[in-house]
């Protein structure tokens, strides 16, 4: 299974200025249940990531986890500072282009039925965006079809 990458940096607001928070603590729970989340080093999840963890000093840091409804809560505390990110949604999405996505739709479907839901353009008012958005959708369909 390939999981989600989230990357982020730690930073401390002093007098209105950002300053990088080296090796800060960076702890991630589960939205759902505040339980703890299992997290990976490594987008194949072969190798885990102690939660919680230390970001490098530059205050970068990354994890992979998977995909879950509404999401992750990362806390990040150097010293009396805490931050918390809330919702914070990781997932596989994130890596692919549209033309993945409609490739991958126009093979599961034979190309058929996603024609057949784009519908006629011919009832939009011309130079409408959505006009435009389904002749092109169209288009790549009619011409992508596996």
């Known amino acids: 299974m390939a999981y ?3 990357t982020s940096a ?6 209105g200025i950002a300053n990088i928070a080296a090796s800060s603590t960076v702890e991630v729970r589960r939205e759902s249940d505040n339980g ?5 080093a ?11 963890f230390s970001a490098d000093t530059d205050g970068q840091f990354s994890l992979y986890a998977a995909g879950i409804a509404r999401g992750y809560k990362v806390t990040v505390t150097k010293g009396a500072n805490v931050r918390i990110l809330r919702n914070v ?5 994130n890596e692919f282009d549209i033309s993945d996505f ?12 996603f024609l057949a839901g784009l519908g006629s353009v011919a009832s939009q008012p011309a ?6 958005a389904r002749r092109r959708m169209r ?5 992508n079809l596996v």
């Open 127 to 132: 130079g409408s965006d959505y006009e435009r």
């Open 42 to 52: 490594d987008v194949n999840g072969s190798t885990p990531l102690a939660n919680p």
């Open 10 to 15: 730690s930073f401390l607001n002093s007098a």
């Open 4 to 6: 989600g990458i989230y």
């Open 36 to 40: 703890i989340a299992t997290i990976f």
């Open 89 to 93: 949604p990781i997932s596989t999405g």
């Open 102 to 113: 409609m490739g991958a739709l126009l093979t599961a479907t034979n190309g058929t039925a």
């Open 139 to 143: 288009l790549f369909a009619a011409t």
